[in-house]
């Protein structure tokens, strides 16, 4: 009996020697850590191998430390293992130190015995007729089972809150592996106590090794994972049908019996039942997927039908299963979003985007066919935001839009282009210019408290060129639309060639201008002013562009296209710096001539007005009253308060504001009272030849003398005869310029004519 215990046991730990390999080998996360604790149960397994199977007190010894000290190592690695597999931290890494201590201390102890003889002693006895040596155990001996237990009991204690607070999913492998410490536990205990020679309980530590070894790693809770994922597709929302190879059907979740309104004793009637209300579809077929349209009550649902195959470990097919989906709220969720992506959201017109493939696609449909791009613009719309409110605006595009969508003819698309413009494809034999036009020379907006005038103008396109791109079309037709953006009697404007020209044109110029500027291509040209004797006091900044090809270019050629792009700040910052310089030298020389600079509107938007002039009066150490500020009452006409209060500022530190060109807008005479202006400059317009029955005489001299009783300075322009000049001088005007004086010319020039001190 004790040889074959021996034996057993013998090849127990060469099994959990083998597992251990297998762990290692594994490549799984617990692998590393089961193989070491593998390793460590082998231990005092062998060593009681070695008591059982020899009678020698020296072997029988040797095979008594491996045993004791083993045990050591086994609690250790059992600790270390629980650690890992239930996933615990230790508090401190203080604590972990002091208890492998612990451990290390009971092994130095227990090597120590041969010299104290404070553990154990091996004492002789019989055993089914063979020597046997057997531990009696010392003081040395109560601290190493001390040690052991209680770490144990730390140990059970882990796996014990594992199993209470873990799903249940894990609840079986943590159950298994705290009953085998137990029973493992229970029965080494009922060794020491029973006082039997030969401890069998090492058999448990084997069997405890390979129970770590499949629960650790190899182990899943199929019965528990079974029930669980038959709740899941009990529960989920599609109707879900198992079929046998017979076609017969076996199971259907919640979903599938309130589908085909079968009981559970209806199982049965799942096939018949499917292919009554969706039809037979694909038969022979294993796998197939299709969406199909059911009509219920409640209206139309939007079904994803799918059969797949049932299919065991051996590859074999045991049957089928079949999925129905309601799909119908996703499918109108996508459409719902693939609508908003295509549509305006104020509107319900095409956005830009769409409008453009959709363009691409009508062209695209009828080659032969000749079509038109329109581009609708509605006018100051900003101006409509500002004084009806944004309520009213939005209201104001989708009155538009309406109109836009109205009176289409077939074949043509229409769509937001964004903001306040619109864009249109239609065939050209559908675009009728004249009834256009006569709806939009009186396209009222009446949202029931306010009506308005709106003033749309149209771009028109003639498709000729179908290989350019979709978005050049449409710019085409804006272009031109903007050729007459601030008409109001012109309603309509088509796209020619010139105007592509005037782009390219105004793009060479935008693109010219930064280099101009830095070799000097740029320059201020001096136009005189004069007071009543005809003595020149100063002179009107205006730039000229000496182009090195194309010679003077006039302000009228360049100009525009930098107010409209904004790039008239960067020229008029050029200008009042090269003025200053000027004054500077004039000012060193005894000179005490002004220069007069323009301001433009888009100034306010890109400059600190108010300060770059402070600053460069202040850098070059001129008589501020020798730089004057020349606006015109658009620079107001946005954001008034806000230029007033810088015109207010520049006022009070020391320049002359005059304003240009007065008595030819709407509301110069309105905003004078308001305005700190130093000079009226008149023009000179009121005085032409087309003055019927001198009216016009009778403006300029009311004006003449409104700005005199103001205290402010009269200065008429375009002076160009003698005879202006006199009745000016009659009126009682102060300033005059005009080609009558001189012509803008030159710094040299100038300088060289009027004797500028020297």
């Known amino acids: 009996m004790r040889l074959i215990f021996g034996i057993a046991l013998l090849l127990l730990a060469a099994i959990v020697g083998i597992c251990s390999v297998i762990a290692k080998r594994s490549g799984k996360p617990m692998g590393p850590t089961a193989c070491i604790m593998l390793l460590c149960l082998i231990l005092p397994m062998i060593g009681n191998a070695v008591i059982i199977l020899s009678g020698d007190r020296l072997i029988s010894t040797i095979g008594a430390y491996t045993y004791y000290l083993g045990m050591d190592f086994a609690i250790a690695g059992m600790l270390h293992f629980t650690v890992t597999y239930c996933r615990i931290k230790w508090p401190s890494a203080l604590m972990r130190n002091l208890i492998y201590a612990v451990f290390l201390a009971d092994v130095i102890q227990l090597l120590l015995n041969p010299v104290y003889h404070h553990a154990f002693e091996l004492i002789p006895v019989q055993v089914d007729g063979f020597d046997y040596y057997k531990l009696n155990p010392f003081l040395g001996q109560t601290f190493h089972r001390v040690v052991d237990y209680g770490i144990l009991a730390g140990i059970i204690a882990i796996l014990t809150v594992k199993v209470i607070r873990s799903p249940r999913l894990q609840t079986e492998r943590y159950s298994v592996i705290l009953i085998s410490s137990l029973l493992v536990t229970a029965w080494e205990t009922a060794y020491i106590f029973s006082g039997t020679p030969i401890d069998r309980s090492m058999l448990g530590f084997g069997v405890f090794g390979l129970l770590i070894f499949y629960f650790s790693l190899y182990y899943r809770p199929m019965r528990l994972l079974d029930r669980m994922l038959g709740g899941v597709v009990s529960e989920q929302q599609d109707a879900i049908f198992f079929f046998d190879a017979n076609q017969k059907c076996l199971w259907m979740n ?140 939005d209201f104001a595009l989708q009155r538009v839009a309406s109109w836009v969508e109205e009176d289409l003819p077939e074949r043509s698309v229409c769509g937001r282009l964004g903001g306040d413009t619109f864009g249109v494809c239609l065939p050209a034999r559908g675009f ?26 149209l771009g028109v396109y003639r498709i000729t060129d179908r290989e350019i791109d979709i978005s050049v079309m449409y710019d085409r037709a804006h272009m031109a639309v903007s050729t007459i953006k601030d008409q109001v009697h012109i309603i309509t404007a088509w796209y020619d060639e010139s105007m592509r020209e005037q782009v390219l044109r105004n793009r060479q110029i935008t693109n010219e201008l930064k280099d101009a500027l830095v070799n000097g291509q740029i320059r201020p040209w001096l136009q005189p002013i004069v007071d009543r004797d005809g003595k020149t006091i100063g002179a009107e900044a205006l730039v000229r562009w000496i182009h090195p090809i194309e010679g003077v270019r006039p302000p ?19 200008i009042w710096r090269s003025c200053c310089r000027i004054l500077q030298r004039w000012q060193e020389k005894g000179d005490s001539r002004f220069i007069s600079v323009n301001i433009s509107p888009k100034d306010f938007q890109f400059l600190d007005v108010g300060g770059e002039l402070k600053n460069m009066v202040q850098e070059y150490g001129i008589d501020v009253k020798k730089l004057r500020i020349e606006i015109t009452e658009t620079v107001m006409m946005s954001n008034a308060d806000k230029r007033m209060e810088i015109l207010n500022e520049l006022r009070e530190f020391g320049f002359i504001i005059e304003m240009d060109d007065f008595g030819s807008g709407y509301s110069s005479l309105n905003m004078l009272k308001d305005m700190p202006v130093d000079v009226l400059k008149i023009d000179m317009a009121f005085l032409r030849k087309t003055d019927s029955g001198g009216r016009g005489q009778t403006i300029v001299r009311e004006i003449i003398t409104l700005a005199r009783e103001l205290g402010i300075t009269s200065l008429t322009e375009g002076v160009e005869t003698e005879e202006q000049y006199g009745k000016l001088l009659d009126m009682g005007c102060q300033l005059y310029q005009g080609y009558y004086f001189a012509k803008p010319m030159p710094l040299e020039e100038f300088e060289k004519q009027y004797g500028v001190a020297g």
């Open 254 to 393: 919640r979903a599938g019996h309130e589908l085909l309104g079968l009981t559970e004793e209806e199982t049965e009637k799942a096939g018949n039942e499917l292919s009554r209300k969706f039809g037979n579809r694909h038969p022979g077929e294993e796998s197939w997927s299709d969406q199909v349209i059911l009509e219920t009550e409640d209206g139309e649902h939007i079904c994803q039908l799918s059969k797949r195959p049932l299919i065991d470990n051996r590859r074999r097919v045991n049957g089928f299963y079949i999925s129905v989906r309601d799909d119908t709220d996703e499918q109108r969720e996508m459409e719902r979003q693939l609508y908003n992506a295509r549509h305006d959201q104020l509107t319900g017109l095409y956005n830009r985007d769409y409008l453009y493939e959709r363009t691409k696609e009508l062209l695209a449909g009828y080659p032969d066919e000749e079509f038109l791009v329109v581009y609708a613009d509605i006018s100051n719309f900003k101006m409509i935001n500002d004084i009806y409110g944004y309520a009213f605006g």
């Open 556 to 574: 009228e050629s360049f100009i525009p296209v930098l107010e409209r792009n904004g790039m008239i700040a960067d020229l008029d910052l050029f």
């Open 432 to 457: 009728n210019q004249q009834r256009v036009e006569a709806k939009l020379e009186d396209f009222l907006v009446n949202d029931g408290t306010s009506t308005h005038h709106l003033l749309i103008h």
